[in-house]
Structure formats: structure tokens, C-alpha cells
């Protein structure tokens, strides 16, 4: 019997692996699929270099913001390759790592479990005291579509596979990862149609900046508010989609269709109701907030395989606290909070930093908001990146900064100085005391900042 058995190899799997064997030698990792994280495979890497294409090309047909004339075309036909060129580099070094791991540490399969303590793999059952799942999440998909639309009908999964860039894409999804990928489609020359399900785009909850955004985004964007499609089918000149539109039968065809509409945990592959009957509804579970700790068993679930932060650095958290509960799951220690942090690599990126608007609201915190537009704000204008605005959320009695939500260049820099400062719990007056050099966007906080106190005042 192993002292722990973790299921998955994803970033959350992986910290648990090398928080576990400093402890113990007598563990097993079990993973379906390839061990390189869905990070570094087919999330933040390969996204990141491909809107890092867009981005640039983006700004040399933009040269006039800063007083220079470009004429010309870009050719982007190496544009995937180098997407898949990175993210090798990137996959690879994760793969150096993974592969100097003892052999007998590491079996590639499908786990399903037979009982609180037995997992079978490949045909063989491993025992253990202890259990960590971090099996990850999948792009949901609708069937239907994909069985109309065959390979046409893609994710996040496949679009770093295309060999090329497509002349046409239509994206189903206003999330985080329907806009990053939305957008940088766009500015590298395909025709990008957005279809969303509600006015929301991105992850602003502030009404102020969600309507700033979706202004800006939809000035460059096409896209479709509150629209979806009405039906979805095959042709030989792509995937044509029916909507109404202003009232109006339309048709769009695309060559590809992008399902970017979240994501659903693959618990369901663990046969979690072998363990308890009431595991059958995998949103239902019992699972403590503070631990990860499924009911009151040997088993912790951690990563986007349950989660609210699908975010890489708190996967990571978790799976190293995960590993240590495991080996004194009697008494299971609380997860120590990161301070909630959160990016959207659209342009003006999105960012969050502490508690959000929308949740400062509901839970009835009495706090004023400092606001700060970047339309006007000396160094943005400088750049010709002058859009855009953040928040910052400041207690009323307390005067500390609560949170912070932010829809303007480089916030992606700021919101962790937003988020180191809440950890330290700095109030208005000590933020204002530090440190501002000119001219930077970071002055644009300051600005935000002083909103805030002469209200105060």
C-alpha cells in the first residue's frame, strides 16, 4: 500500500509530487495523457506567444498613434509554426523535470476508483492511505455541434494545431478565453465573429468598467451581444451559422468554429460514486472549502478539477498544501490564501486584484471606489495606448485597499503591486506615501487613489 497515490500530472499534480517525496519515497503519480500541463501545452503559454504576434503586428499597422507611417503587408503565414515552436520549448522543460522522477514513481493510465482506497489502472488496482486529485478540466463542448461539424468545431485544445491561420474563425464565448483568442485572431487577419450569450465580456465585475470594455472591445470586435447561434451546420465553404440579429435572419460562414464557452472539471472520469453513492453528482460534493478535503476521507481534490481560480499559481498552492494534508489528513491544516489575482491578455488587458466589486457588494462592505481614467493619462497617451480605466476599492472605516479591478494597458504590472499591497493590508495613506515616478501608468493608480480619498474626506 503506497502512503499516497496522486491522480494527475497537471500543475497541480506535479507541485504535490515534489512537496510529497521530500517525505516519502513510497508514492505513485498516475496520469492520462501527456505530462507536460495543460498550462504549458494548450493554455497560458501558447495563448501568450500567439497574442504576442497579434499584438506587434497590431502595433506596426498602428505606427501613425506615434507619429511614424507604415505601408505594407505582414506576411503571418509562420505565425502557428512559431506558436508550436514555443510552446515545445516550453512543454520540454516540463518534460526534463518529469522524466528524471524514479520510473517506479510513475504510471501513465486511466485511474477509476474501486473504493475509498483502491484505484484501478491499465487492468491493476494500487492501494493507498491517501489520495490527491488533480485531474484538471476540459473545454465543454457542445455534442450536437460536434458531431455536425467534425473537425471544424475546435477548442483551446486544438487551435494551436492548425498548421496555418485560418481566413475565418466565429468564437461561441465573451470569457477570458473567448476574447484573449477573439482578439488576437482578429488583428492577425481572420474574419472573427463573436457570438455572447449575455452582454459580459471578459471578467470585469465593476458596471462602470465592464461597459468601458465592451465599448472598446466591440469598436474593434464584431461582436454579438446576446446572440447565439440557431443552428450550426457543414458545407463545403465552412461552418454555416444561423442567427437573428437586430431582429434579422443572418448567416455567417466560417472555417472554423471555436467552443470557448468554460470549461468542466474530469472528476467524472474517477468514478467518485464507487467511493459513496452520494459522489454521483460531482456538483454536490462534499468538499471543505479551507482544505480541499473530500468529506471527511483521505482525499484531497485540487487544480481546476475543483476550483473558482482556474489560475495556474494557485493550482500550484494548492497541490504543494494538498500533499502535506495527505500525510496528516487526520488533522488537515487550512489552506492559506493567496490574495485573489486574476489577468486577461486582451487589449487593454483586464486584471483583478483582492476582492472584486461584484463581491464587495454582496457581501455588504461598506467601501467607496477611486477611479482613474487612462483616456487622458500622460503616459498612455505617450504610448498611443490611451483607453480604458481601473478601480480601486477602499474601506470606508479601515481606510485599506480591499481590491482592485482594472481595464487599461500593462494592468496585467500593476494589479500585483495592487495584490502585494492588499496582502500587507496598506492602507490609502500608505499608498499614497510611496513612490511615484513620472512620467509612468502607474500614476494612473495614484490618480485613482486620490479619487478615493477626497471622498473620504
Known amino acids: 500500500m503506497y502512503d499516497l497515490i496522486i491522480i494527475g500530472a497537471g500543475t497541480a499534480g506535479i507541485s504535490a509530487y515534489k512537496e510529497a517525496v521530500k517525505h516519502t519515497q513510497n508514492l505513485l503519480i498516475i496520469n492520462d495523457g501527456p505530462w507536460d500541463t495543460t498550462c504549458a501545452r494548450v493554455g497560458c503559454m501558447p495563448s501568450k506567444v500567439l497574442i504576442s504576434a497579434a499584438n506587434r503586428m497590431h502595433g506596426i499597422q498602428h505606427a501613425e498613434e506615434t507619429a511614424l507611417n507604415f505601408e505594407g503587408t505582414i506576411d503571418t503565414s509562420k505565425v502557428m509554426a512559431h506558436v508550436r515552436q514555443l510552446r515545445d520549448r516550453f512543454t520540454a522543460a516540463t518534460l ?78 465573451s470569457g477570458v478565453i473567448a476574447i484573449e483568442l477573439a482578439q488576437a485572431m482578429h488583428r492577425l487577419g481572420v474574419k472573427t465573429a463573436v457570438f455572447a450569450r449575455s452582454r459580459r465580456v471578459g471578467t470585469l465585475s465593476s458596471p462602470h468598467l465592464q461597459n468601458l470594455a465592451q465599448q472598446v472591445l466591440s469598436a474593434e470586435l464584431d461582436i454579438k451581444f446576446e446572440i447565439l447561434p440557431e443552428s450550426i451546420k457543414n458545407t463545403a465553404a465552412g461552418a454555416e451559422i444561423s442567427f437573428i440579429e437586430n431582429g434579422q435572419q443572418q448567416k455567417i460562414t466560417a472555417d472554423y468554429v471555436l467552443a470557448a464557452t468554460g470549461r468542466r472539471s474530469n472528476l467524472e472520469s474517477l468514478n467518485l460514486q464507487k467511493i459513496c453513492s452520494d459522489f454521483q453528482d460531482l456538483k454536490k460534493l462534499p468538499i471543505h472549502s479551507d482544505t480541499k478535503q473530500l ?153 485613482a487613489f486620490k479619487h478615493a480619498r477626497r471622498q473620504l474626506r
Open 295 to 447: 468529506a471527511d476521507l483521505p482525499i484531497f481534490i485540487t487544480g481546476d478539477a475543483f476550483t473558482a481560480a482556474p489560475v495556474q499559481h494557485e493550482a500550484a498552492h494548492e497541490g504543494k498544501q494538498a500533499a502535506i494534508n495527505c500525510l496528516n489528513f487526520k488533522n488537515p491544516a487550512k489552506n492559506k490564501k493567496l490574495t485573489p489575482l486574476g489577468i486577461v491578455f486582451c487589449s487593454p488587458e483586464m486584471a483583478s486584484a483582492g476582492q472584486s466589486f461584484q463581491q464587495l457588494t454582496k457581501n455588504k462592505i461598506d467601501f467607496i471606489t477611486g477611479f482613474a481614467s487612462f483616456e487622458k493619462q500622460g503616459r498612455a497617451i505617450v504610448l498611443g495606448q490611451n483607453q480604458g480605466g481601473a478601480e480601486v476599492y477602499i474601506d470606508r472605516k479601515t481606510h485599506q485597499l480591499l481590491g482592485a479591478e482594472m481595464f487599461c494597458p500593462a494592468a496585467e504590472h500593476m494589479a500585483h503591486l495592487l495584490c502585494w499591497m492588499i496582502q500587507q493590508n496598506a492602507t490609502l495613506e500608505d499608498i499614497l506615501n510611496q513612490a511615484y515616478y513620472h512620467p509612468t501608468l502607474e500614476e494612473g493608480l495614484r490618480t
Open 96 to 173: 526534463r523535470d518529469v522524466n528524471q522522477w524514479p520510473d517506479e514513481h510513475k504510471i501513465s493510465g486511466k485511474a477509476s476508483f474501486i473504493d475509498s482506497s483502491t484505484v484501478e489502472v491499465n487492468g491493476s488496482q494500487y492501494q493507498a492511505k491517501a489520495f490527491i486529485l488533480a485531474v484538471g478540466s476540459t473545454p465543454a463542448i457542445n455534442a450536437e455541434w460536434q458531431q455536425t461539424l467534425g473537425r471544424r468545431l475546435i477548442t483551446s485544445d486544438q487551435i494551436f494545431e492548425l498548421e496555418t491561420l485560418p481566413e475565418s474563425l466565429a468564437v461561441i464565448g
